[in-house]
């Protein structure tokens, strides 16, 4: 399916985002590299109204100064998914952006139906660094599978490094007690997933957000890293989808194992 | 060195069997199956008694040669019956496996057997495919995928979900744990570059059966390079050799006992059978393709009277490196006994005590 490119003024900023599907709403936060469509935003557009938003200071809009935490641009967001006209959505976060998604929801929690964070950077090991190096050995440490990756246009050095000034600026601390603490109050249902293969953020990481939320669900993508939706659309789409429409009855099985009639 | 006691439960057949596998259910002696397990626990005490470090048990199907379909009850029948030998579980076949089944039952036996469980992950020999209608050109990935929810199962203290690519799991929670922390002792046994690189990747042990010592070498190499890879070295213990040794009074009393040993192959499929699935299961030695074991009896590596034997000991451990010697002390599926007891014997008293400290 094909998204569309739109524009939303929120905030105080021209926000961009990519849109395809019907059916319930689906808004995904973006990951440290920007926004980049996989083949699992294509399968989840056939089952959901599938956002996904450009975050202020990422990709070719301009240098973000202002936003000076995680809790802001989660509330920067929230308000740009109300200019789209969307009261309640499913809200999905990849890496840094499971990060924004998590403030989001504590700070929304009328409004998120269901949480899915792909890999979030909010609990990382201490000492933990995040992937550095030319695009190649990024690459090479998000993926399991980087030659089956499309070529992707390599973003401009100069807005690449605007995206990363921002991306230091909010990132937040490894552990932080504070918002550990919060979502032990969080009762949005929550699938975090982690690839087994994940070389960025340690997939032991996921327990501490199965212990802490209430009704938090911890599932591991096989052959994947960190860029599980990419590495793996099918195996991902097909578990966020069952918990999207299902929630906690997703651990109920509905595969079909009949081979004849 | 430590020494592992290859049991096959030596079912003797009251008359001829067919020699093609799958052998037909019906030709099954109740009798001398009944009889075959309770020679098996005499036969253990005494392995148990003359100081062998593991008993093994292997998992094959619907054939008299080696009577152990379900490794797991085997080895749970002897650890209630022996108290003091470790059990060794070489191994369950993850392909065809349920993964976490496989990791319940080790950690309930683990814990049973009062933490003397010994585990080793394989794909299983070509004939095993078809036991439980398995796909051989997905068994490798089968394989892989289903060691890997094993230990995931062992070790994840919270309930968690696995969307594999063969195998899909909402929530998983295994209780009890194994006893021994944070597993037993676990090997991924082949001799494939796939087996040796899990292994090395997981910090798991390396098992490589049957071949000769320098073909065997090229395995345990690249494993112990690939751990070096990751940061690690293996202990020899952690290399284990399952190997056929006929040890004889003289070199020609252990010569003639070699030539008495059927040319046939253990589990012996029909030729069209053996000619299709030689396309279809694809096999290497640490990369190097080599065809997969459908025909000719399995070597026999260790020959002689027991100072010969003590000397091929000897250059096994320089050459393969392997700290543990899996034995079959007579060929399995051999319908004699008692040469097995006089082997045992032999072995226990001639060679055993003299190997230990190499």
């Not at chain 1, 301009?62 to 995680?70: G, K």
């Not at chain 1, 390599?154 to 990363?164: G, S």
Request: proline share 8%.
């Amino acid at each position: 399916m094909a998204f569309s490119e739109g524009y939303v003024e929120a905030d105080g900023f021209r926000i961009r985002y990519l849109e395809a599907g019907q059916g319930p709403a689906l808004v995904h936060l973006h990951g440290a590299g920007g926004l980049r469509l996989t083949r699992a935003h294509d399968l989840l557009s056939s089952c959901f109204r599938v956002v996904a938003f450009e975050m202020p200071g990422f990709g070719e809009s301009p240098e973000n100064t202002r936003t000076s935490s995680m809790p802001e641009l989660a509330s920067t967001m929230a308000q740009a998914v109300t200019k789209l006209g969307i009261d309640a959505f499913n809200l999905m976060g990849t890496s840094f952006g499971g990060t924004t998604a998590l403030w989001l929801a504590l700070q929304a929690p009328t409004r998120v139906l269901a949480l899915v964070l792909e890999a979030p950077a909010a609990i990382r090991p201490e000492g933990a660094t995040p992937p550095a190096g030319t695009p190649e050995e990024i690459a090479r440490r998000l993926y399991a599978h980087p030659e089956r990756q499309p070529a992707t246009p390599t973003l401009d050095p100069a807005l690449r490094a605007k995206a990363q000034r921002l991306v230091q600026r909010l990132r937040v601390p490894d552990r932080d007690p504070d918002l550990e603490g919060r979502l032990q109050e969080l009762t949005t249902p929550t699938l975090v997933l982690f690839g087994t293969l994940d070389q960025v953020i340690a997939p032991a990481m996921g327990r501490i957000y199965k212990e802490l939320i209430p009704n938090g669900h911890l599932v591991f993508v096989y052959d994947a890293a960190h860029a599980i939706a990419a590495d793996r659309p099918e195996a991902f789409t097909e578990v966020v989808v069952d918990f999207l429409e299902r929630h906690e009855a997703f651990v109920i099985s509905r595969t079909e194992t009949l081979i004849h009639p | 060195m430590k020494v592992s006691f290859f049991e096959t439960a030596r079912y003797r057949s009251p008359q001829p069997l067919p020699p093609e596998w799958p052998v037909p259910s019906g030709d099954y002696d109740r009798e001398a199956g009944a009889h075959a397990y309770e020679m098996m626990i005499e036969r253990l005490q005494f392995v148990e008694q003359l100081g062998f470090d593991w008993v093994s048990v292997s998992e094959h199907h619907y054939s008299p040669r080696i009577l152990t379909p379900a490794p797991i009850v085997s080895a749970a029948f002897i650890a209630a019956r022996l108290s003091r030998i470790k059990i060794a579980l070489l191994g369950p076949i993850v392909p065809h496996s349920n993964p976490v089944r496989v990791a319940e039952e080790l950690a309930m036996l683990d814990t049973l057997a009062q933490g003397r469980l010994v585990v080793g992950l394989l794909r299983g020999t070509t004939n095993e495919a078809m036991s439980y209608d398995l796909n051989p050109q997905e068994s490798r990935e089968r394989t892989d995928e289903g060691m890997e929810l094993i230990l995931k199962a062992w070790t994840e203290p919270q309930p968690f979900g696995w969307q594999g690519r063969h195998f899909q799991y909402r929530t998983v929670s295994i209780w009890p744990r194994p006893l021994q922390h944070p597993h037993p002792p676990t090997y991924a046994l082949g001799t494939s570059r796939e087996a040796c690189e899990f292994a090395a990747r997981h910090h798991l042990g390396c098992g490589v059966s049957y071949g000769s010592f320098e073909v065997m070498a090229k395995a345990t190499s690249y494993y112990r390079e690939q751990c070096a890879r990751h940061g690690w070295q293996p202990a020899p213990e952690q290399i284990i050799y399952r190997a056929n040794m006929l040890v004889g009074e003289t070199d020609e009393a252990a010569q003639a006992m070699l030539r008495k040993v059927p040319g046939t192959a253990p589990f012996a499929m029909r030729a069209g059978v053996r000619e299709a699935i030689s396309t279809l299961d694809s096999r290497n030695i640490a990369g190097e393709a080599r065809a997969p074991n459908v025909g000719g009896a399995l070597p026999t590596t260790f020959v002689g009277s027991p100072d010969t034997v003590v000397e091929q000991v000897r250059r096994c451990r320089e050459v393969v490196g392997a700290g543990v010697l899996d034995l079959s002390l007579f060929p399995p599926g051999s319908r004699d006994v008692d040469p097995l007891t006089d082997a045992l014997e032999l072995f226990g008293t001639k060679v055993l005590p003299r190997i230990r400290d190499i």
